[in-house]
């Protein structure tokens, strides 16, 4: 490799489409495009994406941020700027959050005010070191006969009076000792200590706390101008942090080349960035907080406030009936297709005074003054916590909720829960954003440029439609593993429509499949259902097998579950191709050797998933692009991350199977418009064999038997 980026690919030679990625992304990145990579494993996506991002950012001083929400992979990024680090000079931070880093466990506000007044301190008590010693020079002065010295003494000595009155002001008030310890020891150590090498938070938390400092704080003051910063989603994704982080880079979006790993999730997680909500007990504090205040704007916010919670309250009220509600939140549809939602409506009706708008912008100014008195008393050591202003909360809220709630993409909804302690239920008002693009392409139209890696990018025009980017370049590279080590088998059991399994033919059928798959398996097996009821189903069923069976349930560590199943050699793993194990967790080697998603794992379709389709078939063209967009593809991905759990070295030897008719032939030929077979990329259709249910455990009998895969003697059939 003569390019640039050579220098940052710390590896003897590239894997196979390593290089042809690298070559490829670095000129994406001159020109200023996205990427969208696409790279099964074994592709090394991470090195590919990071060699050409730090050369492009060497040369053009820009800095590169790279964010996964696995910390799996957060971990393998650490690894892999170690290597970098060792062949070439790197100044690389990992990035978490503060909750995660704090030695005395405070919330944002409170941190906030406590770091402003600790420095407001440090900065009196340096002001008034700086008097004193002036003091003393024109002391000095004045005795070897300087007339003008002992007037400019007194003028100093009245300063230094009026700054000790601050100090011993400021001194009473809260401030935190470990930020005190920042402003006012020698840092050079750390920083020194921080850029020998790529340390983890973990290992920041530990060095701050032994010398009394902050590390999160000592991070944010030191990172500006770095060459590689590894985070989480959040600091890209939500609009504030980000703002702020790169305000701690000391980088304008333009001066960022954004590397997002998983990017398949990056879709979702803008939605949940993008939420917003309000509950009832923070509208109940607000009126509270009013209802002290003697301020002139107080009854209008009120007026504005009390209107939207009783209408909250009155909806929900409404549709409890028959509803079960638990400690999570359960949504209740308040939408209409020809008027405003529900709470708007009751809110409309219940709401008397001079204006809507008027009395929400008088809310908002008056929240915004109490938050800022809040804050003042805190510095001020008059409260011992940074009180939270319940009226700006509320008020911003309904602000939006009344501008935004029948926008397109937006989707109101009102969420119920059951208090834990008290077993009382309240409510809460939702602003959902159903389409990410509306948070994700001011980043990618803000930073230099992108890369979105995953091994299940694919159909790219739908990445890029859902996320905003425009003529994105793209990358696509399958397995280059021996193809002789893996079969993929789509089996032809009865299609597992939801509204067939409860058919004990079905079931009969499925849990057939299922039995031989694991007699004929030398060593785990995984499996993946659309449900934890559908994986607990078979797992009962099979209770006849021999081999210990794992179940995965909600509520569980999979972490603890998956130590154990790997630790045997005759175990099947029971999960929902919705939870923790189907994607960011590896099983190589003999960890498990056979992988099979049992049915189409569509999601449960709610009306909150029902939103999301409609918004993608107004913003899109084509038939049935919401169902596109929103469920067969984004299902299709999650199927094609459960298979890749597996085969995770050139080494591996693993059978994978899709059991359900709709991935055969026969299905696409007999059912097409039921039929996903063509929604996996060509290359990986071409790879799929067709079986009939009573014949895989022979074909898996003589796969395994021709990899020699067997410890002992292979079963009889």
């Not at 996506?45 to 001083?61: F, G, I, M, Q, S």
């Not at 979702?268 to 002290?292: I, K, M, N, W, Y």
């Not at 799929?688 to 395994?704: C, Q």
Request: contains cysteine; hydrophobic residues 40%.
């Amino acid at each position: 490799m003569a390019a640039d980026y050579a220098a940052f690919f710390p590896k003897p030679d590239p894997y196979a489409n390593q290089g042809a990625a690298m070559e490829r992304i670095d000129e994406a990145l001159d020109g200023g495009r996205d990427v969208l990579f696409e790279g099964a494993c074994g592709t090394g996506k991470t090195l590919a994406a990071l060699a050409p991002a730090l050369a492009h950012a060497r040369e053009t001083d820009k800095t590169v941020v790279i964010s996964t929400n696995v910390h799996q992979q957060m971990r393998q990024f650490v690894a892999e700027a170690r290597e970098i680090a060792s062949e070439e000079d790197l100044r690389a931070v990992v990035f978490r959050g503060k909750g995660s880093m704090c030695h005395i466990d405070v919330g944002f506000e409170e941190c906030q005010a406590l770091r402003d007044n600790t420095r407001d301190l440090v900065e009196a008590e340096s002001d008034a070191a700086q008097l004193r010693e002036r003091a003393d020079d024109l002391l000095a002065a004045a005795r070897e006969g300087d007339e003008d010295a002992a007037e400019a003494r007194a003028a100093v000595m009245d300063e230094l009076d009026g700054v000790e009155d601050e100090i011993e002001e400021r001194a009473a008030a809260a401030t935190c000792e470990h930020y005190r310890e920042n402003l006012t020891a020698d840092t050079d150590a750390f920083y020194s200590w921080l850029f020998d090498g790529v340390r983890t938070p973990d290992e920041v938390y530990e060095w701050a706390g032994e010398r009394g400092m902050c590390g999160y704080e000592l991070l944010k003051e030191g990172i500006e101008g770095i060459d590689l910063v590894v985070c989480n989603y959040n600091h890209l994704l939500d609009p504030a942090i980000r703002t702020q982080f790169f305000r701690w880079l000391g980088r304008d979006p333009e001066d960022v080349i954004a590397v997002f790993d998983e990017a398949h999730n990056v879709a979702d997680a803008a939605r949940d960035h993008a939420a917003q909500t309000v509950s009832e007990r923070t509208l109940d504090g607000a009126l509270d907080e009013l209802d002290g205040t003697d301020d002139a704007r107080a009854e209008a916010a009120a007026n504005v406030v009390e209107a939207f919670r009783d209408a909250l309250v009155a909806t929900y009220e409404g549709e409890l009936a028959g509803v079960d509600v638990d400690e999570n939140w359960t949504d209740v549809v308040v939408r209409n297709e020809d008027r405003r939602d529900d709470v708007t409506l009751a809110f409309l009706e219940r709401y008397s005074g001079q204006g809507i708008g008027r009395d929400l912008e008088q809310a908002v100014t008056l929240g915004s003054d109490l938050d800022e008195e809040y804050e003042a008393a805190y510095k001020r050591g008059e409260t011992t916590t940074r009180t939270e202003c319940q009226t700006l909360q509320a008020a911003e809220f309904v602000r939006e909720y009344v501008r935004e709630g029948d926008a397109g993409g937006r989707y109101p909804v009102v969420g119920v829960r059951r208090d834990a302690g008290t077993s009382e239920v309240y409510g809460r008002a939702e602003l959902y954003t159903c389409i990410p693009e509306r948070v994700t392409r001011d980043l990618f139209e803000d930073v230099a440029a992108s890369v979105l890696m995953s091994a299940t990018l694919r159909p790219f025009d739908v990445s890029a439609d859902v996320l905003g980017l425009d003529d994105p370049e793209t990358l696509a590279y399958g397995l280059t593993f021996p193809p002789e080590n893996r079969r993929t088998f789509a089996v032809d059991v009865p299609a597992l429509f939801a509204s067939r399994r409860d058919d004990r033919e079905v079931q009969e059928a499925v849990a057939g499949a299922l039995r031989d798959a694991i007699r004929f398996t030398p060593g785990n097996s995984l499996f993946f259902f659309p449900s934890y009821a559908e994986a607990e189903r078979y797992h009962d069923l099979l209770a006849d097998v021999d081999a210990t069976r794992y179940l995965d349930e909600p509520g569980t560590r999979a972490e603890d579950l998956r130590e154990a199943f790997v630790a045997g050699d005759d175990g099947a793993l029971f999960t929902s191709l919705w939870g923790t194990l189907a994607e960011g967790v590896s099983f190589d080697g003999d960890d498990a050797h056979t992988v099979a998603v049992v049915g189409v794992p569509y999601p449960h379709l709610d009306d909150r998933a029902e939103a999301v389709q409609e918004a993608y078939d107004d913003a899109f063209e084509g038939e049935d692009a919401g169902w596109r967009y929103a469920v067969e593809i984004p299902t299709v991905r999650k199927t094609r991350q459960a298979l890749g759990r597996v085969l995770r070295s050139p080494e591996d030897v693993a059978v994978r199977a899709l059991i359900d008719r709709r991935y055969t032939e026969a299905g696409a030929r007999e059912m097409p418009a039921y039929s996903v077979r063509d929604a996996f990329p060509e290359a990986e259709r071409a790879e799929l064999i067709d079986v009939a249910p009573e014949k895989l455990g022979y074909a898996m009998l003589n796969f395994y038997t021709d990899r020699d895969a067997w410890p002992g003697d292979p079963p009889t059939p």
